[in-house]
């Protein structure tokens, strides 16, 4: 079955760059979604169809896919930033499967 | 507004069955793609069933064969069925709707409820 591997974690200073990967083979051909979830909350989506933003969230958070991996990039890190991301995609090849990442926790320095 | 609230979580023992429960509002449930996702204590999401607006229903391996999915649409409510619980079942339980392209290809999960949590002990 379709695996998304992502790093447990990424560090960065106030005002810098986060940028969080998910790999997946050939996961450029596959639509992939990103969600910010922070303790105790359900997740919400961030980044939907590689790079598009749902209405409210900021411009400083972006997407893209090429390859085999798909990137979220977080601009201008606040501390309210400070959260699990977790990538997501359709698994269209096994059936209906969706198929999440293992999640990266995000830390504001 | 657009909200959707699952209920029926609590303490199971092994083996027994329990039914979530997830009411919609601001949105018909069998006009979507409605699906559970789950996440256990300190891990990360797992996605559990798929109910399609035309009726089709998926599961993932660790429940396939054990939980059922499936809507009232008098309700506007989707339910999870879920019997022969395990402790690896343990985990808080979200409906989420996903979106659908005009293709019909999945694009996200935009709406989540605040979940419910199921705790599978002896």
């Known amino acids: 079955s379709y695996v998304l591997t992502q790093p447990s974690s990424v560090s960065v200073a106030p005002g810098k760059t986060a940028r969080i990967t998910c790999g997946g083979n050939n996961i450029e051909r596959k639509s992939v979604h990103w969600y910010q979830q922070k303790p105790g909350q359900a997740p919400l989506l961030v980044i939907y169809h590689d790079s598009d933003r749902p209405s409210g969230i900021p411009e400083r958070v972006s997407g893209s896919n090429s390859g085999n991996t798909a990137t979220l990039t977080i601009s201008s890190v606040e501390a309210g930033d400070e959260a699990d991301y977790y990538c997501?995609?359709?698994?269209?090849?096994?059936?209906?499967?969706?198929?999440f990442g293992g999640g990266t926790k995000l830390t504001v320095l | 507004e657009v909200q959707l609230v699952e209920s029926g979580g609590g303490l199971i023992q092994p083996g027994g069955s329990l039914r979530l429960s997830c009411a919609a509002s601001?949105?018909?449930?069998?006009?979507?793609?409605m699906n559970w996702v789950r996440q256990a204590p300190g891990k990360g999401l797992e996605w559990v069933s798929i109910l399609y607006d035309g009726g089709s229903t998926y599961y993932g391996d660790s429940v396939k064969g054990r939980f059922t999915i499936s809507r009232d649409n008098s309700k506007n409510t989707l339910y999870l069925q879920m019997n022969r619980l395990r402790v690896e079942d343990t985990a808080v339980y979200y409906c989420?709707?996903?979106?659908?392209?005009?293709?019909?290809?999945?694009?996200?999960?935009?709406?989540w409820g605040p979940g419910t949590m199921v705790t599978v002990s002896s």
């Open positions: 997501q995609v359709w698994d269209s090849s096994s059936g209906h499967r969706r198929i």
């Open positions: 989420a709707r996903e979106k659908a392209l005009a293709s019909g290809s999945p694009d996200g999960f935009d709406i």
């Open positions: 601001g949105l018909t449930v069998s006009d979507n793609f």
